[in-house]
Every structure is written in structure tokens, then in C-alpha cells.
């Protein structure tokens, strides 16, 4: 298997949390630290479906407005300027307005779906009027060593950035799958129950260790930590 270079990318509070007012709300200039540190060497960065459809659903958008293909189950590639956008959507749950997310800093990031075959047929035609390129990486359940083979050979993605939330960066170091792990750490307690950046679905323990490669006070009282897969 051809797959590329992942790094497994977060920003979390000094006790561990992925969500919360400290990521924008308290200091928002590490948070636009962490948004460039998804790009600074990769190709691609990517969520999982309910992290996307949190942020970046139109749920106004009616599929049933787009006729569907039933038996077409060929990838639809549509090779793009980088850097790419990779939704993790097994069943098609995100609605996209548009084939790209600008941000940060005028960047034009395009939408790239990784799907499965059980996926609405309605869903793959709306995605491919709007011109959102996608790729079928299992079944029922999307195969991460699949996903990224065809993100490798299709779409020439070597570098990758994966970013939540806690349960596909479970999936991803559950599978060996992660090179590196960088850490945006802010000066904040959050103290809340919120999600940490690997959580099991069935709350089984998952032990990983990595190797401490670096790490770097930035400003603001933050701090960049790089670990190395052993």
C-alpha cells in the first residue's frame, strides 16, 4: 500500500480538550496558528463527517433535488490545485455550498469526499454537480488503508493532516496509521467533559507510543509539540 505521510494535527487546552471558547474565543491568534499549521507541509488535511457537519453543513441543501445513478459506483477524480480538503462522510451527511473552503488566509481549500458504498446514490450526483471530486473506500465502513492509497495514486496527496475529531484520530492510530503527532497546546484550563484527540467509540483503551521529536514555545503562551512514530 502507497499511502501518504500522515500527521495527526490538534489544538487542545493544557488538559487535553479538542473543543471549547479557548480555541478563538480567548486567543485567537494561536487558533489561526493551528488553522496554518494544517498547511504549512501537507497537501491535504482532513475531519471526519460529524466534525464537517458542525461547521460546514447547508442543511437547507435538498438532495432530492439531484436525480441519482443507481450501480454507479466508480470514483469520480477530479484532480485539483492543492491543498485538498478530505471528508471522512461514510453515508454522505455533509452538505457543501460550494467545491471549495477558503481559509485560512485566502487559502482555497477544495472538498474532497472519501465515501462508501452504501453511500445515497442522490448524494454522489449532488457532489458531482457541484464539482466535489470523490472516492469509495470500503463497503459499509470506510478503510482507512484504502482511503489513503487512492488519496496517494489518484489525487498525488503525500503529506496529510488529519484533524479530528476524537473518534477518526482514534481510527487512524488504531490502525498504525499516524507518522506524527503535532499538538498546539493553549494556556487554558477548560475543565469541561468535552472530547480529548483520541477516543475510542467503545471506550476501550488504545496505547500508542511516540517518540518526543521537538518542542517550541510560540507566542501568546502556547506551545508546539512534535512526537515521531516509533
Known sequence: MNKPYVILTMMT???????????????EELGDYFERQKLEDTDAWG???????????????????????TGCLKDHVICKR?????????????LWDADKI???????NHVLVVTTECV??????????TGIPYIYAGKENIDLRIALDK?????????????GGATINARFLQEDLVDEIRLVVAPFI??????????????????????????????????????KKI
Open 13 to 27: 487546552s493544557i488538559d487535553g480538550k479538542i473543543e471549547g471558547d479557548f480555541i478563538h474565543t480567548h486567543n
Open 47 to 69: 475531519n471526519g463527517s460529524n466534525t464537517h457537519k458542525k461547521y460546514f453543513s447547508n442543511e437547507s441543501i435538498n438532495l432530492s433535488d439531484y436525480p441519482s445513478e
Open 82 to 94: 492543492m491543498p485538498y480538503l478530505v471528508s471522512f462522510d461514510t453515508t454522505g451527511k455533509v
Open 102 to 108: 477558503t481559509m485560512p488566509d485566502d487559502v482555497d
Open 120 to 129: 445515497r446514490p442522490e448524494y454522489t450526483a449532488y457532489l458531482r454537480q
Open 151 to 163: 488519496l496517494y495514486a489518484l489525487f498525488n496527496i503525500h503529506r496529510f493532516a488529519i484533524v
Open 190 to 227: 477548560d475543565g469541561s467533559k468535552e472530547l480529548t484527540i483520541a477516543e475510542m467509540p467503545d471506550n476501550t483503551r488504545l496505547t500508542k507510543q511516540f517518540a518526543l521529536s521537538s518542542v517550541r514555545q510560540l507566542e501568546h503562551d502556547g506551545v508546539l509539540m512534535i512526537y
